[in-house]
């Protein structure tokens, strides 16, 4: 079982804070999707999401050539509603309103 620290550990980090937010507002999004959302490269993504399937905190699956990403959903139910508040009350602050307002203007559009 995940311990607080780790927990914390992992919200530290603005990327993955930022990847799990997205996570939080779809049922599960692909690589691709937090490039463009965060403008980020590849390399970069696939290595903040190891450290979060590492912590247990998302799952992936491959499908074609992209990775998809979801929250755990046997998360630990302190940790579900722990990860669950923290994004509440983020949702209103720079820069996850920026992020959701691309993530709804990318969705609109279509994915990969």
Not at 20 to 49: G, N, T, W
Request: hydrophobic share 35%; with cysteine.
């Amino acid at each position: 079982m995940m311990s607080p620290t780790e927990f914390f550990k992992t919200l530290s980090d603005a990327t993955r804070l930022r990847c799990l937010f997205l996570l939080s507002q779809c049922k599960s999004l692909c690589v691709c999707d937090f490039m463009e959302i965060l403008d980020a490269p590849q390399s970069r993504i696939s290595r903040h999401f190891k450290y979060l399937r590492d912590a247990g905190l998302v799952t992936d699956e491959r499908k074609d050539q992209w990775v998809h990403y979801r929250i755990n959903p046997e998360l630990a139910p302190q940790w579900r509603d722990m990860l669950k508040q923290n994004m509440n009350h983020i949702r209103g602050q720079q820069p996850f309103v920026d992020d959701l307002a691309r993530l709804k203007v990318y969705l609109e559009r279509g994915c990969c």
